[in-house]
């Protein structure tokens, strides 16, 4: 059962949030005692507690470092609630250009909760082209724009993840095994690209690359759908290669804004 303190607040919430205060306000990596003994956190305690927010990035412990300092997914938080109230304006102009030059319906998504949702869309010239409305919402696992979102997250969250996800069989080519996926993830950070097949929508080929903050954390994803019956590794390359440049110009304009 979880304690609470006389003002009625989650005890172990509050230890929390008391050791994000300490470490920002301290402006340096602090030892498990000093922490324990600033904060008056038994240690027993105080290792589970630096054990967890480690493991989901929110706190990092670097090599030659003897202690704790706030990590990339606390400062990425930061950097998604500044970036998110101006992503989808700032780039639809860029969606609509890449429809013009390529053809192709383009989109910027966004992780809401557990999947990935179209925040701002521009639908390709083509006399066969796919639609992507403003508002839809995919599984991470089955969309290139939520796989690749997904590939740049913390490992511990990835994991959990994989481990309450009921993968659901949307079309015969949707990925519905964990180490799949998890494969999918390690190629995607290699190579900076992910790729849906006739995943979600039958007949359709979606390419994306993730919007990442500075720190590192996934802002949003941009992505690209083509007709299967149309895609080839000529087009494939030039929709990478448009893909890679917007996703630069975004990620530059971001990191002026902070």
């Not at 030892?31 to 493991?55: C, M, V, Y």
């Not at 300092?69 to 102009?93: H, Q, T, W, Y």
């Not at 319906?105 to 639609?131: I, P």
């Not at 759908?225 to 390359?237: E, Q, V, W």
């Amino acid at each position: 059962m979880t304690s609470e303190t006389d003002d009625g607040s989650v005890k172990s919430a509050v230890r929390v949030l008391e050791v994000f205060e300490f470490l920002a306000k301290l402006g340096r990596p602090a030892a498990h005692g000093e922490i324990a003994d600033a904060l008056a956190i038994p240690k027993s305690s105080l290792t589970k507690l630096l054990k967890t927010l480690t493991n989901y990035g929110y706190l990092e412990s670097r090599a030659g470092e003897a202690g704790f300092r706030i990590g990339p997914r606390l400062k990425g938080l930061v950097e998604i609630s500044e970036s998110n109230f101006d992503i989808a304006e700032i780039g639809l102009p860029t969606l609509k250009k890449i429809a013009e030059s390529l053809g192709e319906s383009a989109a910027l998504n966004q992780l809401h909760g557990e999947v990935a949702e179209v925040v701002a869309t521009v639908s390709g010239q083509q006399r066969l082209s796919t639609t992507m409305r403003l508002g839809d919402v995919a599984p991470l696992y089955a969309t290139s724009g939520g796989k690749v979102i997904l590939a740049y997250m913390p490992d511990q969250w990835v994991e959990d993840y994989l481990g309450r996800t009921k993968f659901r069989q949307i079309t015969p080519r949707t990925i519905t095994k964990a180490q799949e996926l998890r494969d999918q993830l390690e190629n995607i950070r290699d190579t900076g690209f992910a790729y849906s097949f006739d995943e979600f929508t039958p007949g359709i080929t979606g390419i994306a690359k993730a919007v990442l903050s500075a720190s590192g954390t996934p802002l949003a994803s941009l992505n690209v759908t083509i007709p299967s019956a149309r895609f080839t590794d000529s087009l494939r390359a030039s929709v990478e290669d448009t893909i890679a440049k917007a996703v630069s110009a975004l990620e530059r304009h971001q990191r002026r804004q902070t």
